[in-house]
């Protein structure tokens, strides 16, 4: 039972590139969202989605995009990287998007931006 | 605004003592509250979660944690810890709908043999 799969763990890029972090989960859940973890500031919603074809901003939304074409697969795009996006990108689904239904996180992905 | 607050950064312990990780929020309207473990290069995973009813709630691996809503904490207890637990713990809150979580800066607990 692979749960949710991020790819790549690793990444580095260069100010200014684009480039999509992949995430997919294969236990049918209709959430999934995306958060990233900084050092002292905890995980921090980017986007998230409650099914194929619904998408909505998060706390800090602004430099990534989204989009939800299948049930399976939710992939967040860095449109122009920037130094301040290096970060660790944690992927995740719940089956439900109502309270208390626990999230189902992918191993993240470290993202470098020089 | 929803917040919330982890007090320790760090706790360092030795194996087989308790062990106690605090966290307080701040929300003017009902909330849910969940303690999840992240050990090294892995996501998180739950650990336990209030929703309602009683306010001292069990979960996985011997922790457990009570909601005190006059205090507006929901700390996470251990009474005997191992090795195994060295992880960072992070408290989180449910408002606003479709399970978006607001996170704690999360706390580094050491085990120490």
């Known amino acids: 039972n692979a749960g949710v799969t991020q790819t790549p763990k690793f990444q580095v890029l260069k100010t200014g590139q684009s480039m999509t972090l992949q995430c997919a989960q294969d236990?049918?859940?209709?959430?999934m969202s995306w958060y990233r973890q900084d050092p002292g500031m905890g995980l921090r919603l980017i986007h998230y989605s409650v099914g194929a074809g619904i998408t909505d901003q998060g706390e800090v939304p602004n430099g990534y995009n989204v989009s939800r074409s299948t049930t399976e697969d939710f992939p967040l795009r860095l449109l122009s990287a920037a130094p301040s996006q290096t970060s660790v990108y944690f992927c995740?689904?719940?089956?439900?998007?109502?309270?208390?239904?626990?999230?189902?996180f992918g191993n993240g992905t470290r993202l470098t931006v020089t | 605004a929803q917040s919330v607050t982890q007090l320790d950064s760090q706790v360092p312990v030795f194996e087989e003592a308790p062990v106690e990780l605090r966290c307080n929020y701040s929300s003017s309207v009902s909330v849910y509250l969940f303690w999840y473990v992240q050990y090294p290069n892995q996501g998180l995973q739950l650990l336990l979660k209030?929703?309602?009813?009683?306010?001292l709630v069990k979960g996985i691996n011997g922790f457990e944690a009570e909601f005190n809503k006059s205090q507006t904490s929901f700390h996470l207890r251990k009474p005997s810890v191992h090795i195994s637990d060295t992880a960072e713990y992070f408290c989180a809150v449910s408002v606003g709908g479709y399970n978006k979580l607001i996170f704690g800066a999360g706390t580094r607990l050491a085990v120490h043999p």
């Open positions: 995740a689904s719940s089956y439900s998007d109502t309270y208390g239904a626990p999230l189902h």
């Open positions: 236990m049918n859940h209709e959430y």
């Open positions: 209030y929703l309602s009813g009683s306010t």
